[in-house]
């Protein structure tokens, strides 16, 4: 069964109604108002029963997790940059990410500015149109605006009727992304390398939009759960990988009430030192490794680096002692690329859950420089002291960080940046 009553039309009717003209503002408030707060929702489950909405994939990021997906972006972008939602929807994550661009004098040039840094594309016009609706209104309460508008269809060009699928262009042209794709189960399309038979959508319309956007461009997304620890997706994430592409991870639980469907948020960005999706455990409130130190790889990849170059000291993971307080190099290699200066720490990214102790680490001392091999991360105190390189020994030799690492990342190699998510926890138990 399809569409149930022409209901949906019609709230869409009245919400472009309700923007055009000159508006009465009093009593209207942006946390109040139902146009921007679940209404639009509700009316679209009312219209079209739960089969219908499946088969489109057309579930909708409620207000609380489009601000967690927007708030994502907008630390990764600067002010200007050109968002797109290439499956907007109601347009919920655009709404998140509109609620701190800047207003202007008026109501025509702040849309104008907004037109500017927001793009997004979606199958269904009532769909467009009501994302645009819900902009216009969100931009006269936050400015209180109650200048007449004119031609609805004029404003926003970016945001259209248009298959993400086939707009390859268009994807390209975007800073970054706002990305809830849908979430229902079809055929794997000729060219899938990395599947056949059916898959999750969100799949397939992730890897269109990572082939076809601008290499540099961040994907804030709201994901199905099996897409990160599903079996059969084990080659998809490995194709994101070999694309240089990387991930945080954190859970959200069930999409929302009507949705029975574990999700979970990302930022995938350009990285080649991260696996993608591996960050499982949160920490917990309190500083991290990452705020007192910076982490880097070694540099010295034994058979690609001539020995060339100044002499410096030199370690490798197999001449380093364990979880040694003070450990002064001797042996020397000529290197020209990037060496430390002591006091830092290494820890061995050699790592799995069967260890005993998950991040096996040493502090280097001396006045000369020192060459490290890349199976070393190196841990450099912000602050330069030797007092932080022994504080970080502790917190990593500590049950807690342990634990942590063993929920965080199951293959057998740490990372920079899970390393320095630890949580700063001196205290064994």
């Known amino acids: 069964m399809g569409r149930i009553a022409p209901t949906f039309a019609e709230f869409v009717a009245g919400a472009e109604q309700s923007v055009f003209g000159e508006c009465e503002l009093a009593g209207r408030s942006l946390d109040t108002e139902p146009l921007l707060n679940g209404v639009p929702y509700k009316v679209h ?203 945080g991870y954190r859970a959200l639980g069930r999409f929302d009430s009507w949705t029975d469907v574990d999700v979970f948020m990302t930022l995938i960005e350009a990285c080649t030192e991260r696996r993608i999706w591996d960050m499982g455990a949160q920490p917990k409130e309190g500083s991290l490794v990452g705020d007192k130190f910076r982490v880097h790889v070694g540099a010295v990849v034994p058979h690609r680096h001539n020995r060339k170059g100044t002499w410096h000291r030199y370690i490798c993971a197999k001449s380093t002692p364990r979880w040694s307080d003070g450990f002064e190099p001797r042996s020397s290699r000529r290197f020209a690329g990037t060496t430390f200066q002591p006091p830092f720490v290494v820890v061995r990214r050699t790592s799995s859950p069967s260890d005993k102790k998950r991040a096996v680490a040493t502090v280097i001392v001396g006045e000369r420089t020192v060459a490290v091999e890349n199976h070393l991360l190196v841990m450099l105190p912000k602050d330069g002291s030797l007092e932080s390189c022994l504080s970080l020994l502790r917190v990593l030799s500590n049950q807690a960080t342990d634990e942590f690492l063993n929920a965080s990342i199951r293959c057998r190699h740490l990372t920079t940046g899970m390393v320095a998510r630890v949580p700063w926890t001196e205290d064994d138990g």
């Open 45 to 247: 489950r009312q219209s079209f029963d739960v089969e219908h909405r499946r088969t489109l994939g057309t579930f909708f990021t409620g207000s609380q997790t489009a601000r967690l997906i927007a708030g994502q972006l907008r630390g990764a972008l600067l002010p200007g940059s050109l968002v797109m939602d290439p499956t907007c929807g109601m347009g919920d994550l655009l709404l998140a990410y509109a609620e701190f661009l800047p207003l202007e004098r008026t109501l025509k040039a702040t849309l104008e500015s907004w037109a500017g840094q927001l793009a997004g594309l979606d199958l269904d016009s009532d769909l467009v149109r009501l994302t645009k609706a819900r902009l216009v209104l969100q931009a006269r309460l936050r400015g209180g605006f109650t200048q007449e508008v004119t031609d609805l269809d004029a404003i926003f060009p970016e945001i259209r009727v248009a298959d993400m699928m086939a707009s390859s262009e268009k994807l390209a042209t975007a800073d970054g992304f706002l990305f809830n794709p849908p979430f229902g189960v079809v055929k794997a399309v000729n060219d899938c390398t990395w599947s056949a038979g059916s898959v999750n959508s969100a799949a397939l319309f992730l890897a269109e939009l990572v082939k076809s956007k601008n290499s540099e461009a961040p994907v804030s997304a709201i994901l199905p759960e099996v897409l990160r620890s599903g079996s059969r997706y084990e080659a998809f994430r490995l194709h994101l990988e070999t694309m240089g592409l990387a991930g």
